[in-house]
């Protein structure tokens, strides 16, 4: 009995003796380093790969909301030179009050233009403001001719170098059936 106890005791002796527990140290770090490469390692290539997709992904959405913007100014900048220049062609059509008599002789010469006869033409006294600084002066005219060529008068206002704008208009009957009397009041604006 002695000879096993000495046996057990020899055997618990080698156990803590340096090399063993050297041995259970590299066996300890190996098992570790070999979970590592084959559980975490992976993981961390993946997580690279997702970091890098999601920098990837971020920098496609920072060009999307950077090409939103530039559209987005784009199309103000765009609305802006529209209204500007509406601006500078509604004011360029704005005659001075003194100067009446430009108004009279596009009005004169459009009708020429449209092949109708203008009977009298009559400018009124300035009647209603429109903003702070113009005002409506109506003209009213009294023509005769064709429908066709009336219309085509019509069609010529918008074309003229001052506003004419049509308040409204009378057709009349002549004896004849190819030519018509028209009263037209127009209104232009002035300063």
């Given at each position: 009995m002695n000879i096993d106890l000495d046996r057990s005791s020899g055997l618990?002796?080698?156990i803590f003796k340096p090399t063993w527990f050297i041995l259970a140290i590299f066996i300890y770090s190996a098992t570790i380093t070999m979970s590592n490469l084959v559980l975490i390692k992976p993981q961390v290539k993946r997580f690279k790969l997702l970091e890098a997709k999601k920098n990837e992904m971020d920098s496609v959405l920072d060009d999307i909301q950077l090409r939103d913007i530039d559209k987005t100014i784009s199309s103000l900048e765009e609305q802006i030179n529209y209204y500007t220049n509406e601006q500078k062609i509604f004011k360029n059509k704005i005659i001075d009050r003194q100067n009446i008599s430009q108004v009279l002789g596009e009005l004169t010469r459009l009708v020429s233009k449209s092949g109708l006869n203008l009977n009298y033409i009559d400018p009124l006294p300035p009647s209603s403001k429109i903003g702070r600084n113009y005002q409506k002066l109506p003209i009213t005219i009294r023509l005769s001719g064709s429908y066709k060529d009336?219309?085509?008068?019509?069609?010529?206002l918008s074309t003229a170098k001052y506003w004419l704008l049509i308040d409204n208009y009378d057709i009349s009957n002549?004896?004849?059936l190819?030519?018509?009397n028209y009263t037209v009041n127009i209104y232009t604006i002035v300063k």
């Open positions: 618990l002796r080698n009336f219309i085509r008068f019509l069609n010529t002549t004896k004849t190819e030519e018509n």
